[in-house]
């Protein structure tokens, strides 16, 4: 008789430890990453007294700061793209070299710089687009010039630490309003 009730007890406690393990486990969630996405962009027109147009962000809001130079925010990013205007006067290879050591003072973080020339023959537009890949303080810069009497310098900064993986989104989309800008320039004769 023992061994019966002793049979049926270890019976009990075995199904009624199978019963109580069939709840799902509860696990912590991982950790989520943010996901930014951005509405299309729409682009307008930016003509005033200097010396070349362009089109531009709608949503970006842009600030001159004097000669020519120009702020273009992006807020909703806290990125900040700069436009520097040079007058060309005899300079251009000073012009050139100086744009050139500005990109590649960021090869120390970067893990690669791409160079992409671009020619507009029609209007007269000749410059370098840098894509600047890894944990730069910028990930997109150009310079553009008639190579007679204008020069623009141009780079994106973000108001975060360099974290490619973080800022890659905000970073791309910046980097084609940038190539927008570099596409649409315009020289006023």
Not at 19 to 26: A, N, P, T, W
Not at 78 to 94: D, E, F, R
Not at 109 to 122: S, T, V, Y
């Given at each position: 008789?023992?061994?019966?009730s ?24 991982p950790?989520?990453q943010l ?71 960021h ?17 007269k ?65």
């Open positions: 008789m023992k061994q019966t002793f049979a049926s007890f270890l019976i009990l406690i075995l199904l009624a430890l199978t019963s109580s393990s069939c709840r799902k486990e509860i696990l912590p969630k950790k989520g996901r930014l996405d951005y509405n299309e962009a729409t682009y307008d027109h930016f003509e005033n007294n200097c010396p070349f147009t362009f089109d531009m962000n709608s949503e970006a809001v842009i600030k001159e700061k004097s000669d020519c130079n120009f702020e273009i925010h992006y807020p909703k990013m806290k990125a900040t793209i700069y436009l520097t205007y040079k007058p060309v006067s005899g300079n251009i290879k000073v012009l050139l070299r100086d744009a050139q050591k500005l990109t590649y003072e090869v120390i973080k970067a893990d690669d710089i791409l160079e992409q020339p671009f020619i507009n023959q029609e209007h537009v000749y410059g370098m687009f840098y894509n600047v890949d890894g944990n730069a303080a910028t990930n997109g810069q150009f310079y553009a010039t008639d190579s007679t009497k204008h020069f623009i310098d141009c780079s994106v900064y973000f108001y975060a630490k360099p974290n490619f993986d973080s800022i890659m989104p905000a970073a791309s989309y910046v980097k084609n309003d940038m190539q927008r800008l570099l596409e649409s320039l315009r020289w006023k004769k």
